[in-house]
């Protein structure tokens, strides 16, 4: 179901460049269950495209099918959204970005959106190189039906009724970072402090930004025994940075040894600052980044923040070679070659 | 037995190995004649192989214009020891066989009742070309030479062609032409005149020579359409492969940009899914593919009937099911794609009779889908979409514009018009629509392939879903008015008996209309180009006892859509079905119809037995 939220609000909420709030970025009341670690993340989402000062119409939302993909009706209530087929968000936001350049894409997904289901167009995407922000909302477990093991559940994690799952996991940030993606993140929904920022920083990228957020199932998955309940990702998330995202160059404050400050500027001028919490990983070598997720992960590590950045991103449309109007402003004048080509082409027929 | 005797009216078959350049020789021979006024109707008979296996090309040269495939042979050029023996037992008799006499062959591997006309190819080339590659490509190129002096084509027209091939690469042309003429010179000096002779003639005026697949990409360019999205699949490929080809061509700015977008998918899903994301954004999007493509696609159709996006799929349909018979022809999608995806859905589709109708119906089904807010199917074959047809020109109305159907702008939201994504404002069962990034605070919507009400809010209440689906059949009821109307040719009396018929059976039933006449079996015939039908067509089955239902396909397919749909009982619709995965042809329906005429106790006047 969805309700109607009353727009009033007080008269002092903060307001962005735009002169809107943070209320101005919501959108439907969640149905979704009391703690689930997919609300902290559309709130994390409002408050991201807020902070950038991004007109909400100029977002469009999409999604497959699951949990995770009703997430786009609570959010960002003045852009067109579109809740999809499932494990197919990949290819419809495709077709929307080919359409129109110029709005920012935003796709939501889950796990068994995306690893299962959807593995194949997960995988296309990011080698295709899709400018947008691509979340996995990420609780191991398929909520809507109840219970089941998802691809992503980890080897040994026990399901809420007992039963432990046996096949290895499919790691998205890994398969991110091997088919091309230019930013990689994985952040925690009970982390807003790390999670904002990130959302920031894909948002301002311009290629694939994939986020694999962990989102705990307080109905599934939360028990002991999970690997993806509030507690274990707590007790064993280690966070390789710190993000800040800031639009104009401001005076660090704080000061830092040598080498514990990253920045990177992308090409919309945004800046990714990364103050370092693991001395040995490099956010802008993907190599390093896949040898440090694989060495950590087998220290039983949840490695998070932001894992790896191309400050050059190419995206699809520059693969294609696409003019700088969007496809779907091009008149009949520029898309119909009109009576006299068709006269030669039917000459060179005969 | 006596050879054959006929001038502009006969079959001629090649047999080639594929992957040996005999196909754009047999194209040569084609279009020979048909730059001497002669119309022909050509097809390939390929299989599914790069290298190596048997391929054969079909030249039916018809003064009278006949455009279906006749069926039976009366000359073949057999190049292909592998299937020798079959196609020398396919020739009628009194017929010829043109064969490469290099190699002596023993009697028992012909036949008598031929004319046998040896010609050593491989010995001329041996004799003139060191290099391999050269021997081969240029011995097919010697039989259309030893083709044109046995059937009389005039060998400046084929000068010309050549010139206008090469054109630019004159070193090419001139060795092109001189193996022409060692074949053409040879023949002259050693085979005598045959019974087969092509005469110029004026009954081609300023038709074109063109393949469906082509057709319909250049009506998509017509028609506007920027994202194409595909995943490759016999006979559909080179229908994307001819929109590139065209938008390089017409939509390539001067600083190389792009004005579309194409990408190939990773399979059929992604391709629909794509093309339904670009529309959604309002763009125009169309994807190609054949049976296999369509079975993978049905979630995302039933996604666009019920979310109310356009979408446009060419369909050139090919036999099945599932990936069988890749490289032959069958009108054998008809249900799948008419009621393709879960739940009440039917769609609208599209049935070009030749290329022509493939360019008018490529560009049309933009503005359908677009009007009608839904897939649009234009159902190809491979019979039309592979092989050059002679076909009306292409023409286009510089004066028209893209019918983007009901868009409702930033203006009209801010003049204060109600927006309501699924509310029939003007009871056709159409909605506006709104692009996505239109206004800053109004007509946003969440687009759901679940239940929603008229405002796009989430609903489960049955009433809400009930009020939506009966708007879709109003909407479906609209999209009648709109689509092509069936096309009525009455017979030359006033009979009891009608023919219904679509697609590429068309120059086929044609001709059959004519031969039937001649059995004295007169008969109405509607020629149906969409789904929705037209009421024309119930009021046609209502105006005669007995209709035929000429399809390509076992389960007739068509058939079962009218009575369905229309409400006809199926005792008067009598299916003719036609579906071995080649063309079917004007002999077969003749004599189908005919045996079942003479059930049904029609008493012809005349009875010609071929």
């Given at each position: 179901m969805s309700y109607l939220k009353p727009t009033?609000?007080?008269?002092?909420l903060p307001t962005n460049a735009l002169g809107l709030t943070r209320r101005d970025y919501e959108g439907s009341i969640s149905t979704l269950c009391a703690g689930c670690g997919h609300d902290s993340i559309s709130a994390a989402i409002v408050q991201a495209v807020w902070e950038l000062s991004i007109p909400p119409h100029r977002v469009a939302k999409l999604s497959g099918i699951g949990c995770s993909s009703k997430t786009p009706d609570y959010f960002l209530g003045a852009s067109h959204g579109f809740n999809s087929v499932h494990g197919r968000m990949p290819s419809v936001l495709t077709g929307a970005s080919l359409a129109n350049r110029d709005l920012i894409y935003l796709g939501v997904s889950g796990d068994g959106d995306s690893a299962s289901i959807g593995l194949g167009q997960f995988a296309h995407l990011m080698r295709r190189g899709v400018n947008m922000t691509y979340i996995v909302e990420n609780n191991g477990v398929y909520g809507l039906t109840k219970g089941q093991f998802s691809a992503t559940s980890d080897k040994g994690s026990k399901a809420r009724k007992g039963a432990v799952n046996t096949d290895e996991p499919i790691d998205l940030v890994a398969l991110a970072l091997e088919l091309g993606a230019t930013f990689v993140a994985r952040s925690f929904s009970g982390d807003k402090n790390q999670l904002v920022p990130l959302i920031k920083g894909a948002l301002t990228h311009q290629g694939v930004a994939f986020i694999d957020c962990i989102s705990p199932c307080v109905a599934f998955n939360n028990h002991e025994g999970s690997t993806k309940s509030y507690d274990y990702v707590r007790e064993h998330n280690e966070a390789v940075n710190r993000l800040d995202v800031f639009f104009d160059r401001m005076p660090i404050t704080a000061s830092y040894a040598p080498g514990e400050m990253i920045e990177v500027t992308q090409h919309d001028g945004s800046v990714l600052r990364m103050r370092k919490l693991h001395e040995e990983h490099d956010p802008t070598d993907r190599v390093a980044a896949l040898n440090y997720l694989a060495r950590h992960k087998a220290m039983g590590e949840i490695v998070t923040g932001l894992l790896y950045v191309d400050p050059h991103p190419e995206d699809l449309h520059h693969h294609l070679g696409t003019v700088a109007t969007p496809l779907n402003r091009l008149d009949d004048a520029a898309l119909c070659p009109g009576a006299a080509a068709l006269e030669e082409i039917n000459a060179a027929l005969r | 037995m006596l050879p054959l005797k006929a001038t502009n009216d006969f079959v001629v078959k090649f047999a080639n190995v594929n992957g040996s350049g005999s196909a754009s020789a047999n194209q040569l021979f084609a279009k020979a004649i048909l730059r001497m006024g002669i119309p022909i109707a050509s097809r390939n008979i390929f299989p599914?192989?790069?290298?190596?296996l048997p391929t054969w090309f079909e030249v039916r040269v018809s003064g009278e214009g006949h455009l279906g495939r006749r069926g039976g042979v009366d000359m073949a050029v057999a190049m292909n020891p592998q299937t020798w023996d079959r196609d020398v037992a396919e020739i009628e008799p009194g017929g010829y066989l043109v064969y490469d006499s290099t190699k002596p062959l023993p009697?028992?591997?012909?036949?008598?009742?031929i004319t046998v006309l040896g010609v050593p190819l491989t010995e001329l080339c041996n004799a003139r070309y060191a290099d391999a590659r050269q021997r081969q490509l240029f011995k097919n190129i010697m039989y259309v030479g030893a083709l044109s002096s046995l059937l009389g084509i005039d060998p400046a027209v084929v000068e010309r062609l050549l010139a206008e091939q090469y054109r630019g690469k004159e070193k090419l042309a001139a060795s092109n032409r001189e193996a022409f003429h060692i074949g053409r010179d040879w023949a002259a000096a050693h085979l005598a005149p045959i019974g087969l002779r092509l005469e110029r003639a004026d009954k081609v005026g300023n038709r074109i020579y063109v393949d469906g697949n082509s057709a319909a990409a250049l009506g998509a360019v017509y028609g506007g359409a920027t994202v194409c999205a595909w995943y490759p699949i016999t006979p559909s490929t080179s229908l994307a492969e001819a929109f590139e080809r065209y938008c390089r061509r017409f939509r390539t700015?001067?600083?190389?940009?792009?004005?579309y977008a194409i990408v190939q998918a990773e399979d059929e899903l992604a391709s629909l899914g794509i093309v339904i994301g670009a529309s959604w954004n309002g763009a125009r999007a169309f994807t190609a593919t054949s049976g296999p493509g369509i079975s993978l696609m049905q979630e995302f159709v039933g996604l666009s009937y019920f979310a109310e996006i356009p979408a446009v799929i060419f369909d050139v349909q090919r036999a099945g099911p599932s990936t069988g018979m890749p490289t032959r022809t069958q009108q054998s999608d008809i249900l799948a794609a008419a009621y393709a995806s879960h739940g009440d859905t039917k769609h609208v589709l599209l049935l070009p009779e030749d290329p022509r109708e493939c360019f008018d119906f490529g560009a049309a089904a933009f503005d359908l889908a677009d009007r009608l807010q839904t897939t649009v199917f234009v159902m190809l074959d491979l019979d039309i979409g592979m092989n050059d047809w002679l076909c009306e020109p292409f023409a286009w109305d510089d004066a028209k514009r893209m019918d983007r159907g009901k868009v409702m702008t930033a203006e009209m939201l801010e003049a204060g018009a109600t927006f309501g994504r699924y509310l029939d404002v003007d009871g056709d069962g159409i909605p506006y629509r709104t692009y996505p990034g239109t206004h800053p605070t109004k007509g946003a919507f969440f687009t759901r392939g679940t239940s929603r009400d008229r405002f796009a809010k989430y609903t489960e209440h049955g009433p809400a879903y009930v009020d939506n689906m009966q708007r879709l059949l109003r909407k479906f009821e609209t999209a009648k008015t709109l689509v092509p109307a069936p096309i009525e040719r009455k017979a030359s009396r006033a009979t009891p008996y009608g023919v219904i018929y679509y697609g590429s059976t068309s120059a086929a039933m044609r001709e059959a209309l004519v031969g039937l006449e001649e059995d004295g079996i007169h008969l109405d015939a509607m020629r149906i180009r969409a789904f929705p039908f037209h009421d024309d067509v119930g009021r046609f089955i209502a105006a005669h006892e007995t209709v035929f239902v000429v399809e390509?396909?076992?389960?007739a397919q068509l058939r079962t859509l009218i009575t369905t749909e229309c409400g006809i009982d199926p005792a008067r619709l009598v299916p003719i079905l036609h579906y071995d995965g080649t063309p079917i042809t004007a002999r077969f329906i003749r004599a189908a119809i005919g045996r079942h005429a003479s059930a049904l106790d029609?008493?012809?006047l005349r009875r010609t037995v071929p």
């Open positions: 009033l609000h007080h008269p002092k | 599914s192989n790069i290298q190596g009697a028992s591997r012909f036949r008598d009742d700015d001067p600083d190389q940009r792009k004005r390509q396909n076992r389960d029609v008493v012809p």
